[in-house]
């Protein structure tokens, strides 16, 4: 690092014009970042109830549909002969439209119960959608505004889960831009008062703006190999700032503290990258480690905020590390403050000021003041045992949305969805005349379980066991010269009480026949089950990957496991804000949104990826200062207090910036971002001042000196492999 210092600050010219092309270069790659993103579906490549979709596709040319068109009759009920007529006709002009594979509806099937309004004055068109997610909803984006009509004899609006996360997506990139707006600004000004020098803030900025404009850029060249997710810009924008801020601020407030140590402005480069470099490149590495682990989880959603992470981190160290190195070595002593601070004389190495103070005083009684903020810690975390996890709908949405308002619609006037059947598909069961006798037996038998509403099969539909509907043309869709399938279609409590415990039942019924479950329930239950299941490799990896890291930073034992627990009680007073919110439904008035008893658990694993690795950022920063004090004094409380003294107020800034720029998103339209938003502001603010200015000092004055402790083989294998200045 003190090398990297040394080249950057001999050719400082060089490097500016060197970055300045490639942010030119960045700036004509990102601009079409966004066109190339793609959009994701909640399931798991290769289950058995994506198998299953696939097979019904290719065997019997037939799926679930994911568009609808929610028909409302002016006068009379839907099966009047003026507003049938119109049903049919928009089943045909549906038809018609490209990206279309299939459509159904009321009328064409039968008068099928299940899509019929209860009243009677509304009634389904349906359709699936061909292509990948992306090709399907940007088909849809072309003709579903179309499809909104209202006239004398129907109303006709446009919905479906297509139709939902459509117009989530368009949402996101609505917000992403607001976001632009606000957040740029708004950390200009919070570093102009921080820095009091306008060019020290507008550099700082500069590099979370090149970080942003690179990552995007990568991220379109990434586009050339796998999916990535739209969401992922969304979270670009705010970490690209954040961690390009953070690790400016602390590259900028090492570069004051030489100069005003009397150092020339070169030396004064060399030695804030060689001390500087190695904390910044500590701190990125942990994140790193927390955001990789998202790739172990086999969605494209996920995965594309592990991509989009590491290379805002990746492009956050190299705009700090060399970029603004070769732009302090030009602006010189024009980077320091106007007025000197009298937090500390960076000559005499004696710090003095409100963090030092308070350190000592927690120190003096750290039972005293730890008890009560352990206290309230928990308390915060407890809405965390009442964590219940779901499926996402049409709620992420805001109420005004049309999506949302067909999908309320369906709700509160259908007994069930069609858009939610569960798909059994049948091996070695063939669809013709010879197995009629058991092709009934079975739908009448699936019908009468507890939750279902209705079956349709090759020989019609069923409800409570038996036949209400004769099987019509539509019927043939079930029928194969090999196989069956059975479209099983509960009802909406049953699904938004245990959709698990309806799956189940459904399988119990074939008992120990062969059966392929899928439909929508099914993939979002296979999506839940991969999940969890690797939840365990995922916290496990990234607690034991972070803890090797702040080792070898260390050479501590208690130190790594110190930070673990005080991260993990941070991730519980997040997780604790999320269900007390967003699953319990507390300020949903003010922040505008519907609470719907659960949370989707892949938002919550993003967030906790994320916060740990950037809580672990802050850890490093304090840590690197403090061991740096110890192996200068050997005085384990006052090195406590000096390090707290020089890295509390960066934290604390880096803190409130990255916060500000979360907070953005907790006025999105979107409730996942809205969750991401509020969830990462309670995060970094309870560990930047609970956990920062309480906790690591009453713990580190607890321990004294087995802080620093290490058994014999592991300090000799720190002595070899440890990274030092």
């Not at 970080?211 to 990535?228: C, G, K, P, Q």
């Not at 700032?241 to 140590?261: K, M, N, Q, T």
């Not at 519980?572 to 719907?596: C, E, I, K, N, Y």
Request: charged share 20%; aromatic share 8%.
């Amino acid at each position: 690092m003190h090398r990297l210092g040394s080249r950057v600050a001999r050719r400082p010219r060089l490097v500016i014009w060197l970055s300045v092309l490639l942010t030119v270069i960045g700036l004509a790659l990102a601009a079409g970042a966004m066109d190339r993103l793609v959009l994701s579906r909640f399931e798991s490549p290769g289950s058995e109830s994506v198998n299953t979709r696939a097979a019904l596709a290719k065997e019997f040319g037939t799926g679930t549909p994911s568009v609808l068109l929610l028909v409302t009759a002016k006068n009379g009920t839907v099966d009047d002969t003026a507003v049938a007529a119109a049903g049919r006709g928009l089943e045909r002009e549906l038809a018609e439209q490209d990206g279309v594979a299939e459509t159904a509806s009321y009328w064409s099937r039968g008068k099928s119960p299940v899509m019929r309004a209860e009243d009677g004055r509304q009634a389904l068109v349906v359709a699936r959608m061909s292509g990948t997610v992306t090709e399907a909803r940007t088909r849809l984006a072309e003709f579903a505004p179309d499809f909104a009509r209202d006239n004398a004899t129907v109303k006709v609006q446009v919905g479906g889960g297509d139709e939902v996360f459509r117009q989530a997506a368009q949402q996101a990139r609505t917000d992403f831009l607001r976001a632009e707006l606000i957040v740029f600004p708004l950390v200009l000004l919070l570093l102009a008062v921080i820095y009091r020098r306008f060019n020290a803030a507008l550099l700082t900025l500069g590099m979370g703006l090149f970080s942003v404009i690179t990552t995007l850029a990568l991220m379109r060249l990434l586009t050339s190999f796998t999916d990535v997710s739209t969401f992922a810009a969304n979270l670009t924008l705010v970490m690209g700032i954040g961690l390009g801020v953070d690790y400016s601020l602390f590259v900028i407030s090492r570069f004051r503290e030489e100069l005003a140590a009397g150092h020339e402005v070169a030396e004064a480069t060399r030695r804030a990258v060689g001390r500087a470099g190695r904390t910044v490149a500590f701190s990125g590495l942990t994140v790193i480690v927390s955001l990789s682990c998202l790739m172990l989880f086999p969605f494209p959603f996920l995965r594309s905020f592990a991509y989009s992470g590491i290379a805002v981190v990746l492009t956050s160290v190299f705009a700090a590390l060399v970029i603004l190195p070769a732009a302090l070595t030009r602006l010189g002593h024009r980077v320091e403050r106007r007025r000197k601070g009298d937090a500390q004389d960076a000559a005499s190495g004696a710090p003095t000021g409100w963090w030092h103070t308070t350190a000592l005083r927690m120190m003096r009684r750290p039972l005293i003041y730890g008890i009560p903020a352990l206290a309230v810690l928990l308390a915060l975390a407890a809405p965390t045992l009442g964590i219940a996890f779901g499926t996402p709908d049409d709620r992420v949405l805001p109420e005004q949305v049309s999506s949302r308002v067909v999908q309320n619609d369906i709700r509160a006037n259908f007994a069930a969805e069609e858009m939610d059947a569960i798909q059994v598909l049948r091996p070695g069961l063939a669809g013709d005349d010879a197995n009629r006798d058991s092709i009934d037996a079975t739908a009448a038998r699936l019908s009468r379980l507890d939750g279902i509403q209705q079956v349709d099969a090759l020989t019609g539909s069923y409800t409570d066991g038996r036949r209400v509907l004769e099987p019509n043309d539509s019927a043939r869709r079930f029928a194969s010269d090999e196989n069956t399938w059975f479209s099983v279609i509960a009802t909406q409590d049953a699904l938004g009480a245990d959709p698990d415990a309806v799956l189940a039942d459904v399988r119990a019924a074939f008992g120990d026949t062969e059966v392929r479950i899928g439909g929508y329930p099914a993939e979002l239950g296979d999506f839940r089950t991969v999940l969890v299941d690797r939840l365990p490799l995922v916290f496990g990896l990234i607690l034991i990957v972070t803890f090797v890291i702040l080792f070898l930073m260390t050479g501590s034992v208690l130190l790594p496991a110190k930070a673990m627990i005080l991260n993990a009680l941070s991730m519980a007073v997040m997780f604790g804000a999320l269900v007390w919110v967003f699953q319990d439904g507390h300020l949903s008035g003010l922040l505008g949104f519907t609470a719907t008893g659960s949370l989707e658990p892949s938002i919550p694993i993003l967030m906790f990826c994320t916060a740990f690795g950037l809580s672990m950022d802050y850890e490093v920063f304090m840590l690197s200062r403090i061991k740096e004090e110890y192996d200068r004094t050997g005085d384990n409380a006052a090195s406590v207090a000096a390090g707290l003294e020089r890295s509390g107020p960066l934290i604390t800034a880096a803190a409130v910036i990255l916060a500000a720029s979360f907070a953005t998103y907790a006025s999105s339209g979107i409730v996942y971002l809205k969750m991401l938003g509020l969830g990462m502001v309670v995060v970094i603010l309870v560990d930047a001042t609970l956990i920062r200015a309480v906790l690591v000092p009453v713990l580190m004055r607890l321990a004294g000196r087995a802080n620093w402790w290490a058994p014999a083989p592991l300090r000799r294998l720190h002595d070899r492999f440890g990274i030092a200045d």
